[in-house]
């Protein structure tokens, strides 16, 4: 599976957007941009998922580069419920497991 | 209501012993997995199953067995061979409809071994 790059961690403040961004260099033409998020001592909870264009569902917003190198996750109005630690993973087509990296902390300060 | 049940969310055992963890989904997907976190650290894949009476290894299967017998049941055993069994295991199931393939993850199983 290709590699994602995320920062160890990043702080908000409550109600403002956060950006959390992924870098995936070496991105395959077949491969999905998945993001989860786990909140401590909780399985990880599938947030949103894009192949080339931006995605929105009730949860974020996944804006995806044009060469689809990186993308950045949106959370549009942070709530202390959105702190969390994120993951960016690259998926191609099919069942397989999933790859995790360390993921992004996030931090919301009220 | 559907989704992944897992039990029990904490088990101690001695070393040495063998221990199976319960993995059962009501969601009627076909794929189940099991994976391994340690502290601060990203989930690792153990074994995965596709569809019934089938499973293959994932990236560290070994000391670990499993089973498919049902759809709906996926146990994670936890033999004497592994090493480190000490962990926080999760199991999760996906359906091979559309492109998606979300995973849906369980609470979690926090394994002791001491």
Known sequence: ?110 | DGGITQSPKYLFRKEGQNVTLSCEQNLNHDAMYWYRQDPGQGLRLIYYSQIVNDFQKGDIAEGYSVSREKKESFPLTVTSAQKNPTAFYLCASSTHQGTSYEQYFGPGTRLTVT
């Open chain 1, 1 to 110: 599976d290709a590699k994602t790059t995320q920062p160890n961690s990043m702080e908000s403040n409550e109600e403002e957007p956060v950006h959390l961004p992924c870098n995936h260099s070496t991105i395959s033409g077949t491969d999905y941009i998945h993001w989860y998020r786990q909140l401590p001592s909780q399985g990880p909870e599938y947030v949103i998922h894009g192949l080339t264009s931006n995605v929105n569902n009730r949860m974020a917003s996944l804006a995806i580069a044009e060469d689809r190198k990186s993308s950045t996750l949106i959370l549009h109005r942070a709530t202390l419920r959105d702190a969390a630690v994120y993951y960016c993973i690259l998926r191609g087509g099919g069942a397989d497991g999933l790859t995790f990296g360390k993921g992004t902390h996030l931090i919301i300060q009220p």
